[in-house]
């Protein structure tokens, strides 16, 4: 892992190089070695999860009416799964075209999250792996959209930015 290259787009948005994407089962990291764009979990009307790793560990689910799953129910058995030695993120995602996608989370350690940046470069890279999405791909999430595109196995990360705390330290 490096530093995270980050550039002001405009005034309201930035793009952050989130790094090197992988779906190597060892770099997830999975228990042992499997078919990374078909881990098996079954979920009705979902496909079978695709293991991802961007700095952290994540599975992508694919389907239709993401609103009416019980993320409360499902993301902990998921997160908690054998598979995943060091637990997993959990993404559920309704692709709306090949350059828009719907998308939930139940973040690792965390439960139900409303935004989840590593997510989304996650479901891009799994939908472009699954043959369902373009390179560029708009996310929605519940209080906005990012933007996420894929270049040579890196994810591009852009959205707004809000200053969320300053502060001065004596050392």
Request: proline letters at 4%; glycine letters at 8%; hydrophobic letters at 40%.
């Amino acid at each position: 892992a490096g530093l995270l290259k980050a550039r002001r787009v405009n005034e309201n948005n930035i793009s952050v190089n989130m790094g090197k994407l992988s779906n190597n089962w060892q770099n997830i990291p999975l228990a042992y070695e499997m078919d990374t764009l078909n881990i098996p979990i079954t979920i009705k009307n979902f496909s079978k999860g695709v293991a991802v790793n961007v700095g952290n560990p994540h599975i992508v689910f694919f389907g239709k009416n993401i609103n009416d799953l019980d993320l409360n129910e499902i993301g902990p058995q998921i997160e908690n799964h054998d598979f995943f030695p060091s637990k997993t993120n959990v993404e559920f995602v309704e692709v709306i075209s090949q350059s828009k996608i719907k998308m939930r989370v139940w973040e690792r350690g965390a439960g139900i999250t409303l935004a989840c940046g590593s997510g989304a470069c996650a479901s891009v890279f799994a939908g472009i792996k699954k043959n369902l999405l373009s390179k560029k791909v708009e996310v929605l999430l519940s209080l906005g959209s990012m933007y996420i595109s894929i270049e040579n196995e890196e994810a591009i990360m852009t959205g707004p930015a809000e200053i969320s705390f300053t502060g001065s330290i004596t050392i």
